[in-house]
């Protein structure tokens, strides 16, 4: 695709439900950032996938809170029992290089309601 | 808190006037990033600049880097109202993953 795509673009769920995030990166890149942002607060990382390295999970906030990266390609962000903290809009971002120089191409977000 | 502080939170001015946005972090970096993102949407990359580097241009755009202060400047001169968003810096983390960290962001708001 042209860019990176996320869906769904809005998801309304009820504390204590599971929910899946999906992020589709641009075509060939090997990098691939999950972002957090809450309503007019900045990004807060949650996690990073390099190539065929393993995973930088530091950001990821409890063990409810997981992701995996299908084939190089499409990763899925899960909430399990989701809390109304976890309410936020999800940002993915990938990038063509895993090295330091690389700048990050996001998608347009997933915004997540827990009522 | 792994996010860098930038300052101001808010910046309302007019119209051809400068608007100037400072970045702090904490942990030496390979590289800072400066991106934009408009209300509600994603994020666009706006300038790279090297942690050997002192000062880039692009355009508009000035952006300066000191790193034994740990900071950072975003200079966007003569503005528009189409400049009006929030900026975001972003400090990519030397060693480790080299993960990109990003600041609390700056609303800039631009009147014509």
């Known amino acids: 695709g042209a860019g990176v795509s996320q869906s769904p673009s809005n998801k309304v769920t009820e504390k204590g439900k599971d929910v899946e995030l999906r992020c589709d990166p641009i075509s060939g890149h090997t990098a691939l950032y999950w972002y957090r942002q809450s309503l007019g607060q900045g990004l807060e990382f949650l996690i990073y996938f390099q190539g065929n390295s393993a995973p930088d999970k530091s950001g990821l906030p409890s063990d409810r809170f997981s992701a995996e990266r299908t084939g190089g390609s499409v990763s899925t962000l899960t909430i399990q029992r989701t809390q109304q903290e976890d309410s936020a809009v999800y940002l993915c971002?990938?990038?063509?290089?895993?090295?330091?120089?690389?700048?990050?191409?996001f998608g347009e977000g997933s915004r997540l309601t827990v009522l | 808190s792994q996010q860098g502080e930038e300052d101001p939170q808010a910046l309302s001015i007019q119209e051809g006037e400068n608007a100037t946005m400072n970045c702090s972090y904490k942990t030496s970096i390979n590289n800072l990033q400066w991106y934009r993102q408009n209300s509600g949407r994603g994020l666009v990359h706006l300038i790279l600049?090297?942690?050997?580097?002192r000062e880039k241009h692009s355009g508009r755009l000035r952006v300066t880097l000191d790193t034994s202060k740990k900071s950072s400047s975003l200079l966007i001169t003569a503005s528009r109202a189409a400049d009006t968003a929030s900026y975001f810096c972003?400090?990519?983390?030397?060693?480790?993953?080299?993960?990109?960290?990003f600041g609390t962001g700056t609303r800039l708001q631009v009147f014509p």
């Open positions: 971002a990938s990038s063509p290089t895993t090295g330091s120089a690389g700048e990050l191409f």
């Open positions: 600049i090297r942690s050997n580097e």
């Open positions: 972003a400090a990519r983390v030397l060693g480790g993953t080299d993960k990109l960290i």
